[in-house]
């Protein structure tokens, strides 16, 4: 009897307390990335950062969160693939003050996948908005109907950077609970 009056008790603790935290970390190792591309992509994802007002997504050598690699022409013409994960951290701590307080933490990551045609000259534009638009899944963002969006599923014709980064900014005040 005294043992169920027990865990009850401690079943109450755990559902008071509980802390949840998002982060963003897109921290990727080039695959298969000439010099050129390199500074290339750093320089896109700089201006992704200064943009977002973030400083999110970076080219990374060591302790990485994910990966942008070029990967040979698909038969189905996609030339971009975002992987998003999730990678979450949980941990139980127990103070007589507070209880029992679970804490989770999680960090959103990306694999990113870029078609070997990008690496042709002359392809820079295309290459910086396909790295948005996968960068924008690697924030879970859906593909807009409209054309002139970045997260339009098709990369074509003139874009509309200032409503994806604001779009952007939104997300990430969203997601700092
Ligand atoms: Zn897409």
Do not use: W
Not at 84 to 96: G, W
């Amino acid at each position: 009897m005294r043992l169920i009056y027990q865990m009850t008790a401690l079943l109450a603790l755990a559902a008071c307390g509980s802390k949840e935290s998002v982060s963003v970390r897109f921290a990727l190792q080039p695959i298969g990335v000439p010099d050129l591309q390199l500074s290339d992509i750093n320089e896109i994802l700089e201006e992704f950062n200064q943009r977002s007002g973030s400083n999110i997504a970076y080219l990374c050598f060591q302790d990485c969160t994910g990966t942008i690699e070029f990967i040979g022409r698909r038969s189905d013409a996609v030339v971009g693939l975002c992987e998003p994960s999730t990678y979450v951290r949980s941990k139980s701590r127990f103070s007589m003050k507070a209880g029992l307080t679970q804490e989770r933490k999680s960090e959103l990551r990306a694999d990113i996948k870029l078609s070997s045609d990008l690496m042709a000259e002359g392809n820079r534009d295309f290459l910086r908005t396909i790295i948005f638009h996968e960068l924008g899944h690697g924030l879970l963002l859906a593909h807009s109907p409209s054309e002139q969006d970045v997260m339009f599923a098709v990369v074509n014709g003139e874009k509309n950077f200032d409503s994806y980064f604001e779009q952007v900014r939104q997300k990430l005040v969203q997601l700092a609970l």
